[in-house]
């Protein structure tokens, strides 16, 4: 019965509290994109652009064009003892110049991702998983872009 209550009054404050989340898709923005261009590696590239289409609509006065210089970079990180690795790590790094169409005032920011992973017997399987985690790291970039947008957006 106690618990009951509790979750109660936990769940009454958090609809008092003006809570949202982050990750809302129709929240209103202040600006817009314009020209988005890209240089370095082509396909994250295009999964970029399509995950920040949601930014190229409406009418707004604060109009940017983005820059994005993308990289990534696959390294062994360990190897057996026949000289075979056993284990690697990917690094997408994205850099973003955000400009003003008004002011021509720049914003850069650097967004990384990186993770580790262990090889594979079969290497089908390994470069589907490969593929799966590029896939997951490019979402979690282009939910960082849009954070960072919505951080940007209260200074402006």
Known sequence: MIKNIKY????LFLLSCGYSPIYQT???????????????DKEIGREIIKGLEKFKDGENLNIFNANLDISKKETIVTKDKK?????FKTTIEVNLDLINQT???VIKRK?????????????FELNQYKNKLKENMVFKIVQDIGIFFSVIQNDM
Do not use: C, H, V
């Open 8 to 11: 109660s009054l936990i769940f």
């Open 26 to 40: 129709n929240q209103k923005i202040n600006f817009k994109l314009d020209i988005i261009n890209y240089s370095g």
């Open 83 to 87: 000289g075979d690795p056993s284990s």
């Open 103 to 105: 002011n021509t005032k």
């Open 111 to 123: 967004f990384i991702e990186e993770i580790t992973y262990d090889s594979m017997e079969n290497k």
